[in-house]
């Protein structure tokens, strides 16, 4: 018995210890599980805590589609609790209706599909608000596997902002874009080959060429060969920095030869000269018009053909989200770090490995800022110093990032100071790779930036409105052309406030008729400027439409044409003086400085004129009174410029204020400026034109060109009258001295008749004598005034041979020692002066007319010698007198037809005035020269040359 007792003891003892074993063994499980169970939920939390500590709105999804979890930041953008979202499917409440293209009951089936799909790619999708606002989203979606189960992680970024900047900033591009293609005339940009590297299509409606058919060639090809040199110094000055506008002409395809006119000015990129940009305006229609009247227009910017053609990538991308974003962030969700306080990465997630090329594992224990752009550094630091400063509030920044292989990505990130997290106790970055965006908007914004300098930097106005005339936008130029200060005086107000009242209407009526028409259409308004004064502008305005091509305002383009409205009311005002013109030149004198007076707007115009030694006024302060004579010569300003001989225009600043104060008619009016121009005829000032005004100021070149033009008329009529008077001395003068030998001959005549019979022979022969002589003075004169009427008619004729010049010199002056007693005349010829080719009988009538000058001219008994002096090349022959010489400054008129020294009341000497004038004529038409010289002692020389041949 005892010894099956101690048998059941024995394993009763071994069970109870196998028991505690196990319960030990329990225990410690227990514990381990515990344990494990406790790392779990830390594990948990630790991804929780990042989730609600993103400033991205994180979903989680089951395989049904059903939210499981959604963080702090997604329940502010849903504006739904996570208890409203949590357990309901994603398509009931946050997905807007539109975009449920599939059933909830669907969801696992397309979700396997589509989801799968989007994992790891980045897309933009609307989302649903609370209050059933949709609102644009950025999602990228991960998925998370847990034993047979998947979990879908969404993280959703709300793009609103960005999208509406995107939006502007297309709309912009787009306007300035429109803009620029609407605009008539022609871009072009030239590469430093001096080739077209852009030219815009616009080109085709002038020169016929395609813009292909142009880019890529040199602009030598197109220009017409004449005007090349003046291009090229054109452009070499655009390079120098002038922006002067040049003209010249350019051969079209069908080799028609167009005017153009050019702005250009040089393109820099880095401070690199890249060749030349400008606007180039088709003026052969004009240049045929108005040539002289048309004023600069256009500038420039520059358009490159390869940003063209980015821009229109950038254009085609913007158009298509998809492709657009497929290409800006390819496939790559957001990365998740996890730094410590000293800004070392503790902790990074796979996907930053995919963006950055560095393994994670790489990565820790070394600074953020280690891979950071330096520019940036300083803006991290200080981003990260608000977190730490900061916990509350996220902070988010843009930043430079160096990928592994050197390239720089732009990373768009979002702290948060998660330290005091004891399940975090770092700070969470949240990052995303927007390299392809921000390259994008960078394109976007330059294409931007340089049609807006485009229209900005245009020198020509431009104003864009809404279809009601309301001004959207003006450039500098138009804002300064109509006199304000900054664009936002005259923005939103309507255009029709810059136009004059009278002229509105008509605008109101083009702006009507502009939608049906479309094309640009030029007008001519007076417009207003900002202190009210008016001016005349050329208006070339066009629809502006939207992408669609729907007109949603107008783009004009205004141009300052006043100064070629004056000139042209200038020209009309000439004109009218012109035809109202009349025979008498004193009248026609005061038409041209009335005339002057309305077109150069002046207060006091006037002319003053010398004839016979005293002064005559017109003045228009008292046109109704005419030509008034000076009493006080001296005190007339007029006398004073002319006498002091200004050859030149002069101004008051020029005269002294006491000259100007002596003058009765200017005295007391405060003129403050003048203008003077002299009046000459044959070398001599003979009148003044004189302009004053009250105001100061600077006299145009055109206001000085237009006195200049009615000085000349002045100066014709001035001749006009001088020929006239001269022509009604000389009448007298003719009548006198046909009077004398014709009473002389009736007288004679007479005798014969009553007492012929009578007479002894030596009587009847004397008065034939006498007879003879008046006959043969009436046939001198006869045959002088055929002669200038020859000359005046150009039939005056030479009959030329060779001609032994000293013999016929001693010849005439033996006739003349036979016709004319009581003066001595005396040959003196070189030895073998040769002989000469001319019209003998001409020579001995010039040098009859000159020794009968030197007879009337000197007293009697003196001697009158002919000196012939044989040169190289010529011969000269002086004649010279002891007789009463003449004044220097008749020195050249006493050659001119009908002019005598003395005046034609007093005509004391016989002679019509011509025989000087036909000396001329018959040395010169031999080729040779004549004048007068004063002779040493006392006298007269006159010697003229002939030429060997
Ligand atoms: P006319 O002698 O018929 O008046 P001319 O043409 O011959 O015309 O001469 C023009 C003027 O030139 C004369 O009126 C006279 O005043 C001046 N003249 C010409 N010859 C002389 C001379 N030898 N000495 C002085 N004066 C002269």
Redesign the pocket.
């Known amino acids: 018995m005892a010894g099956k007792t101690s048998k059941d003891a024995a394993r009763l003892k071994q069970e109870l210890a196998e028991l505690r074993r196990r319960e030990a063994e329990l225990e410690s499980s227990e514990n381990l599980y515990r344990r494990l169970a406790e790392e779990l939920r830390r594990e948990d939390d630790l991804f929780r805590s990042m989730a609600d500590s993103a400033n991205d709105a994180v979903l989680v999804l089951d395989e049904q589609g059903s939210v499981i979890y959604v963080n702090r930041a997604g329940e502010s953008l849903f504006g739904q609790s996570a208890d409203e979202v949590i357990g309901r499917h994603l398509h009931e409440t946050l997905i807007a209706e539109r975009f449920r293209d599939h059933p909830v009951g669907a969801f696992p089936s397309h979700a396997a599909a589509d989801i799968e799909d989007m994992l790891g790619t980045v897309r933009e999708s609307q989302m649903l608000g609370k209050d059933g606002v949709e609102f644009p989203v950025e999602v990228s979606i991960s998925a998370a596997r847990s034993g047979e189960r998947t979990y879908y992680i969404t993280s959703c970024r709300d793009i609103t902002q960005r999208k509406r900047a995107e939006e502007e900033l297309r709309e912009s591009q787009q306007r300035y874009r429109d803009l620029v293609e609407n605009l008539n005339d022609v871009i072009f940009t030239l590469d430093p080959m001096g080739r077209f590297s852009y030219i815009s299509p616009t080109v085709e409606r002038i020169s016929k060429y395609t813009a292909e058919e142009i880019v890529g060639h040199p602009f030598t090809r197109f220009v017409h060969p004449d005007d090349l040199q003046g291009l090229l110094a054109g452009f070499e000055r655009t390079l120098g920095g002038e922006l002067e506008p040049y003209e010249f002409r350019v051969i079209d395809k069908d080799g028609e030869i167009l005017n153009v006119r050019t702005s250009s000015r040089p393109l820099y990129k880095d401070g690199e000269l890249i060749g030349l940009g400008g606007l180039m305006t088709n003026i052969s229609k004009r240049k045929r018009a108005e040539d002289e009247l048309e004023r600069y227009r256009g500038d420039l910017e520059k358009l490159v053909v390869e940003r063209t053609e980015e821009l229109e990538q950038a254009n085609v991308r913007l158009r298509d989200s998809e492709r657009y974003y497929r290409s800006l962030i390819r496939n790559a969700p957001d990365m998740i770090d996890i730094l410590n306080e000293d800004l070392t990465i503790r902790w990074a997630s796979t996907s930053a490995g995919r963006i950055t090329g560095y393994r994670p594992e790489d990565s820790y224990g070394k600074s953020i800022l280690d891979n950071i752009h330096p520019e940036d550094a300083s803006e991290v630091m200080e981003m990260f110093d608000r977190v730490l400063k900061d916990p509350e509030t996220p902070q988010s920044i843009t930043v430079r990032y160096r990928h592994k292989d050197g390239s720089w990505q732009y990373h768009e990130a979002i702290a948060s100071n998660r330290l005091e997290d004891p399940a975090v106790q770092g700070i969470v970055l949240n990052t995303r790779d927007i390299t392809d965006r921000k390259r994008a908007e960078q394109e976007l914004r330059a294409s931007e930036e340089r049609y807006r300098s485009l229209v900005e930097t245009s020198p020509d106005s431009i104003i864009l409105t809404d279809l009601s005339g309301a001004v959207l936008m003006v450039n500098q130029s138009g804002v300064s052309l109509f006199g304000y200060a900054r664009a936002e005086e005259i923005l939103y107000r309507n255009v029709l406030e810059l136009i004059t009242p009278e002229y509105r209407s008509k605008a109101t009526e083009s702006m009507r008729t502009k939608p049906e028409e479309g094309t640009a259409r030029k007008e001519e308004y007076s417009l207003l400027r900002k202190d009210g004064t008016r001016f005349f502008g050329e208006v070339t305005a066009a629809l502006f439409r939207n992408v669609e091509g729907r007109p949603i305002g107008f783009i004009s383009i205004t141009r300052d044409v006043s100064d070629r409205k004056r000139a042209e009311q200038r020209l009309r005002k000439l004109n009218e003086c012109f035809l109202s013109l009349g025979t008498d030149p004193p009248e026609n004198i005061q038409r041209f400085v009335l005339a002057g007076r309305d077109i150069l707007e002046a207060d006091l115009i006037r002319y003053g004129r010398m004839e016979k030694g005293g002064l005559y006024v017109f003045s228009s302060l008292r046109a109704d009174e005419g030509f008034q004579k000076i009493a006080n010569v001296e005190d007339c300003l007029c006398y004073h410029l002319m006498s002091k001989g200004a050859g030149e225009s002069v101004t008051c600043k020029e005269i002294e204020t006491q000259v100007l104060e002596r003058d009765p008619e200017i005295r007391g009016h405060g003129f403050r400026s003048c203008l003077y121009l002299p009046i000459s005829l044959h070398g001599e000032h003979v009148g003044c034109f004189n302009l004053l005004d009250r105001e100061d100021k600077e006299y145009t070149q055109v206001e000085i060109d237009t006195m200049a033009m009615l000085c000349k008329a002045i100066e014709i009529e001035e001749e006009r009258y001088a020929f006239n008077e001269s022509l009604r001395d000389f009448v007298d003068i003719a009548s006198h001295e046909l009077r004398h030998p014709v009473a002389l001959l009736s007288g004679y005549t007479e005798t014969l008749e009553s007492h012929g019979a009578e007479s002894d022979e030596l009587t009847r022969q004397e008065i034939i004598g006498a007879i003879k002589q008046s006959t043969e003075r009436i046939s001198r004169m006869v045959m002088g005034l055929v002669n200038v009427s020859l000359v005046e008619r150009e039939r005056f004729h030479l009959y030329k041979r060779r001609t032994e010049i000293a013999s016929l010199v001693e010849q005439t002056v033996r006739e003349m020692r036979v016709k004319v007693q009581g003066w001595g005349f005396f040959a003196e010829v070189s030895e073998g002066s040769g002989e000469y080719e001319m019209d003998p009988d001409r020579i001995h009538d010039l040098l009859v ?1 000159l020794m009968d ?2 007879v ?2 000197s007293p009697e008994g003196s001697d009158v010698e002919v000196v012939v002096e044989d040169g190289e090349r010529e011969v000269t022959v002086s004649v010279l ?1 002891r ?4 004044r220097s400054g008749n020195r050249e008129k ?1 050659f001119e037809r009908f ?4 005046e034609a009341q007093y005509h004391s ?1 016989p ?7 036909l000396a001329r004529q018959i040395v010169e038409a031999h080729g040779g020269r004549i004048w007068h010289e004063d002779r040493k002692g006392g006298g ?1 020389v ?1 010697r003229f040359t002939l030429p060997r041949s």
């Open positions: 007319i000058n030197a009337k001219y007198d007789g009463i010489g003449i006493i002019y005598q020294v003395e000497k002679g019509l005035g011509l025989g000087l004038f007269s006159f």
